[in-house]
């Protein structure tokens, strides 16, 4: 499971999207990105955690920690596009670690995090498998891993809903909010058929961790996931 060769082609339509990166998230998300990332966030990630938003993309996971926090955490933002992180750094009042690379292969030592984030990234890993071990790998005992992304719900009839939506609906919001960038986002739809249902995404991250909290929303069309060491 994963993007495996798809990888590639979504790096490089992330790359061309970034001016209107922020702005279409919102819109294509029906408004409920930020309420999502506060609920799955919320309550696991505590002052004085030491946090990896991995994917990071604009940061938006690790500010709504900072700001749930009062800024008493530290954070390394760490992304596969050096252009991104060059855009993001200058978006926090004070500018945070930064690393590029791939989840495959974490740059950081062994339980050197107290919680990893994961915003809408985690479905563009290369190999799933082996992502959900690297971030395993980088949580203290006891570490956090929360997703906040696209579900796919375990029902056909929904699953149908969710995808019509990707493939029909969604390129219009993303042109009306983005121009002729926010049709790029039309990979979307590419990186919800390789990404596993719901269950089978609960049922991969009890591999390694020994409990899950998952939540749904939007008919299961959007997740918000904790994963304890």
């Known amino acids: 499971m994963g993007l495996g060769g798809y990888w590639g082609e979504v790096m490089e339509v992330l790359r061309e999207i970034i001016p209107v990166y922020d702005k279409v998230n919102s819109i294509i ?86 919680a990893v984030l994961c915003g809408y990234s985690l479905r ?30 375990d029902e056909a009839f929904i699953r149908a809903g969710v995808s019509f939506y990707l493939r029909c609906i969604l390129p219009i919001l993303a042109f009306i909010a983005g121009g002729r960038l926010g049709l790029k986002f039309g990979t979307l739809y590419g990186t919800f058929k390789r990404w596993p249902s719901n269950k089978k995404l609960e049922k991969l991250l009890l591999e390694k961790f020994s409990r899950v909290e998952f939540e749904k929303d939007l008919m299961g069309g959007a997740i918000m996931v904790a994963a304890y060491k």
């Open 29 to 114: 998300s029906l408004g409920k990105d930020v309420e999502h990332r506060n609920r799955g966030i919320t309550g696991r990630v505590l002052p004085g955690n030491k946090i990896l938003d991995a994917g990071s993309g604009f940061g938006n996971m690790s500010k709504t920690a900072l700001k749930l926090t009062d800024g008493k955490i530290s954070i390394t933002l760490y992304d596969p596009l050096v252009p991104m992180l060059k855009n993001t750094g200058g978006h926090f009042d004070k500018s945070p670690d930064m690393a590029n690379g791939v989840f495959e292969h974490i740059p950081f030592r062994a339980e050197e995090f107290d």
């Open 124 to 153: 563009d890993a290369i190999n799933l498998r082996i992502a959900i071990s690297e971030i395993h790998r980088v949580l203290k005992k006891d570490g956090r891993f929360v997703i906040v992304d696209l579900g796919k719900p």
